[in-house]
């Protein structure tokens, strides 16, 4: 267990929904990632946020947000959802969210847009 | 452009034997690898990492060699276990567009036989 909780494990939507995945960091932690794995593009950076701020952004999209709570768990929100947004979406979190640091990995939530 | 890629999409040992993932990757101004292991239905789980000012490190069973020359990078496993099989992934610090994240390659599948 790495002490990256995310929820729901499941999701089932419709195309032209909305959905929020939530995560948890590891104790301690201050920095949570999201992470997007697909069959065909493998793990894909989303964003970061340290301490409540955006730190660094990937190839997210712009119907996908994200923000980071005071309590430090984060929630990822993806809007007007596609057939191709089907995938397993990771939350990853570090201590100080710098460079040359490991990344401990939720269990995922596997969306499936219908 | 810049990415992380893995030689072989599948590889299958017996147990007992050493089993050796490769990667390659293209940005030389990388100085930070890791490689992580992901069994079915989990999240990515950390192995162990390389900075680029080393050549070589070893943990418990698993070594990392890093050829800077070649921009090549690898994973052994000594006496590979059942406990083994899984996808494993190599990971490198990449300047996304603010900041830095990981950048993964697309996975290797190992495959421990009897």
């Known amino acids: 267990d790495s002490g990256v909780t995310q929820t729901p494990k499941h999701l089932i939507t419709a195309t032209g929904q909305r959905v ?54 984060s929630e990822l929100n993806l809007s007007s959802l596609e057939l191709g947004d089907s995938a397993l979406y990771f939350c990853a979190s570090s201590q100080r969210g710098t460079t040359n640091e490991k990344l401990f990995f939720g269990s995922g939530t596997q969306l499936s847009v219908l | 452009g ?7 999409p599948t590889l299958s040992v017996q147990e007992g034997d050493n089993s050796i993932i490769n990667c390659a990757y293209s940005n030389s101004a990388s ?23 080393m050549d070589k490190r070893q943990g418990q069973r698993v070594t ?51």
């Open chain 2, 31 to 53: 100085d930070y690898f890791i490689w992580y292991k992901q069994e079915s239905g989990k999240g990515p789980q950390f192995i162990i990492d390389i900075r680029s000012n």
């Open chain 2, 2 to 8: 810049e990415s992380v890629g893995l030689h072989l």
């Open chain 1, 20 to 73: 929020t995945l939530r995560c948890s960091p590891r104790s301690g932690d201050l920095s949570v990632y999201w992470y997007q794995q697909s069959l065909d593009q493998g793990l894909q950076f989303l964003i970061q946020y340290y301490n409540g701020e955006e730190r660094a952004k990937g190839n997210i999209l712009e119907r996908f947000s994200a923000q980071q709570f005071p309590d430090l768990h």
């Open chain 2, 64 to 114: 990392v060699l890093l050829n800077k020359t070649v921009k090549h990078l690898s994973l052994q496993i000594a006496a590979t276990q059942p406990g083994d099989s899984a996808v494993y992934f190599c990971a490198e610090l990449k300047n996304s567009n603010s900041g830095y994240a990981l950048n993964f390659g697309k996975g290797t599948s190992l495959l421990v036989t009897p």
